[in-house]
Nanobody, 114 residues
Framework: QVQLVESGGGLVQAGGSLRLSCAASGSMFWYRMGWYRQAPGKQRELVATISSGGSINYADSVKGRFTISRDGAKNTVYLQMNSLKPEDTAVYYC?????????WGQGTQVTVSS
């Protein structure tokens, strides 16, 4: 079983920055890794994904502000969040995926004040 440990959430003022980290229990070389978020009253939505080959996909709402990356060992995925807006407030979830395997972290709260 794969375990995912998220960190880096917190409270920040609008315009500020946070860096989220997600560490996996084993090598994720062959997995797509990514971040999703869920705000109160809304469905969970994709934020960004990065494949084992480095292909990246962003939600339109975060393009130009957020950057997803992964380390050389493929064990950790990061989300650098700049120019944060109150509408970015949500619980952020780490995800790893390959074929029929799909794992989720427990989430980290990000709150952006106006």
């Amino acid at each position: 079983q794969v375990q995912l440990v998220e960190s880096g959430g917190g409270l920040v003022q609008a315009g500020g920055s946070l860096r989220l980290s997600c560490a996996a229990s084993g090598s994720m070389f062959w997995y797509r890794m990514g971040w999703y978020r869920q705000a109160p009253g809304k469905q969970r939505e994709l934020v960004a994904t990065i494949s084992s080959g480095g292909s990246i996909n962003y939600a339109d709402s975060v393009k130009g502000r957020f950057t997803i990356s992964r380390d050389g060992a493929k064990n950790t995925v990061y989300l650098q969040m700049n120019s944060l807006k109150p509408e970015d407030t949500a619980v952020y979830y780490c995800n790893v995926y390959r074929a029929s395997l799909d794992y989720w972290g427990q989430g980290t709260q990000v709150t952006v004040s106006s």
